[in-house]
């Protein structure tokens, strides 16, 4: 299972950018689809997740202003960011719970820089 996560750049504050992560390979099934952020010198964290039957989830500091959405069909989870801010700049990558050849596992995408700044 392979992860590709594309959309991350330049954007100035209050603005908008919309990341996206398709999974390709060999997947029987997937379960959860999350982003997760890690921003300079600090640890990765949990933005919003989804869950196969589309539950959301999500930290406060992104409620209001982050959506998540999937594709069951194509295996791609987007993550629809407004009104961004500085401390939203991140490198933002995409996991998944995914079955492929073998057992149940995690699976990460190669990460995509989010600059907020003006």
């Known amino acids: 299972v392979q992860l590709q996560a594309s959309g991350g750049g330049l954007v100035q504050p209050g603005g908008s950018l919309r990341l996206s992560c398709a999974a390709s390979?060999?997947?029987?099934?997937?379960?959860?689809m999350d982003w997760y952020r890690q921003a300079p010198g600090k640890q990765r964290e949990f933005v919003a997740g989804?869950?196969?039957?589309?539950?959301?989830s999500s930290v406060d500091a992104v409620k209001g202003r982050f959506t998540i959405s999937r594709d069951n069909a194509k295996n791609t989870v987007d993550l629809r960011m407004n009104a961004l801010k500085p401390e939203d700049t991140a490198v933002y990558y995409c996991?998944?719970?995914?079955?492929?050849?073998?057992?149940?596992?995690?699976?990460w995408g190669q990460g995509t820089l989010v600059t907020v700044s003006s």
């Open positions: 996991h998944v719970e995914a079955l492929g050849v073998g057992s149940w596992r995690d699976y």
């Open positions: 989804i869950t196969r039957n589309g539950r959301t």
């Open positions: 390979g060999t997947i029987f099934g997937i379960n959860d």
